[in-house]
């Protein structure tokens, strides 16, 4: 069995988007890190993610946190190849959340964020046929778009590997251990490591890794495993060039525009978010037929044009949701692994915030004051779910928006 002693070393399991924005801000701050990874980079959820970037959120926190990473998006090549492109977002609401929205416009611009109020019909100069029925307030955010989440994982890796990090592949971890002079991972070859720190960024897997640990049942943490199917479709003629994404609370669900002529729908309905699934079966790596006929429906009706758009894939993801939709970020001295850290319960917002996650993630290893750190991790923590200081969504009917 062969030992590594890395006692100087932060060990990230996990190398999505999350965990390598970890890997890329602690090496930026000069910290020595070791990241494993059982696939390759960006080989999980990451890769299957619609990678929208957008800042309209309810809660001030997490859209503070969307602006840091819109701005980190937008100079991106500082560090490598996004993708980001700048394409618009636009979110129509009906009176029922109106009210709500145009308050939390008054809360978005207040902390810089772009957010345009624009008359339902405006949405005609991209849109020529919408239907805007259930349209009653609208706000645009020009600043918003998407990006390729692939190339953003690895060019956060790429990164950090140049600033001194190290890199495991196709190695995947048993469990942890505490030991008297550090964490310890035990990886599936038998190699043992030893770090300073480790920090689980595992999505729907990490109560796996905490349960070969050791830790019981009745404290594993509050998420589950839901699955999100996107359908790809190629537009009609009328269709093609840069658009704006447009949501569709009404109806639940978005269409993400693509380059000049491929449509991503996927779902936004809690109820979605809500049913859970076992990770250990064998899931459906495509969208079922049920929900190909629920959702091509609810595009065409908005967009009758798109009644005219061909089929080309669909795929499944994971969302590892939480109880109030955000991610739990903490320690794990309490469950007798000192040193050890977990983030997940990411709950659909892994991508999109994932610079101001590897940041936050960051500062919090590096033992920070609150004061000097740029997010606070503490309000992330499991106690929340015990206290009932949840982070809530004034959004509560409309999936992942919070």
Known sequence: MAKVDGRDKIIIVGAGSTGTSIAYHLAS????????????????????SS?????HYSNRVIAEMSLY?????????????????????????????????????????????????????EIRKFYPDVNLDGYDYVTYEPDSGYADPVSTANSFMSRAKELGANLILKKSVRSIES????????????????????ILATNVWTNDILARSGISSQKLLPI?????SIIYLRRPEEYRGPKPTLWDP????????????????????????????????????????????EYLPRIAKRLPSMGKATLISTLNGLYDMSPDGQVICDELSSEGLDSVYVFAGL???????????????????????????EFDWRPFGRERFRTGKLITSR????????
Request: proline share 4%.
């Open 395 to 402: 959004y509560s009917e409309i999936g992942t928006i919070y």
């Open 69 to 121: 990473s819109l701005k980190f998006f937008e100079n991106f090549n500082s560090i490598g190849y996004s993708g980001f492109t700048k394409t618009g977002m636009i979110f129509p609401f009906d009176e029922k959340y109106a009210d709500v929205a145009r308050d939390n416009v008054v809360m978005l611009r207040d902390i810089g964020i772009n957010e345009q109020e624009i008359a339902p019909a």
């Open 347 to 373: 709950s659909g917002h892994g991508f999109k915030l994932s610079p101001a996650y590897g940041r936050m993630v960051a500062d919090m290893l590096m033992e920070k004051q609150p004061e000097d750190c």
């Open 250 to 293: 009404h109806q639940l669900a978005y269409y993400k525009m693509e380059g000049s002529s491929i449509t991503a729908v996927g779902s936004l309905d809690p109820a979605v978010d809500e049913q859970s699934v076992d990770i250990h079966s064998n899931l459906p790596e495509t969208a079922e037929q049920d929900y190909i006929e």
């Open 179 to 198: 030991t008297g002079s550090g964490p310890e991972v035990d990886l599936s070859d038998g190699t043992k490591i030893r770090g300073k720190k480790i």
């Open 51 to 55: 990678a929208l970037v957008r800042t």
């Open 224 to 228: 589950t495993a839901s699955m999100h």
């Open 29 to 48: 701050a000069g910290q020595k890190v070791t990241v494993i990874e059982e696939n390759s980079v960006a080989a999980g959820n990451t890769g299957k």
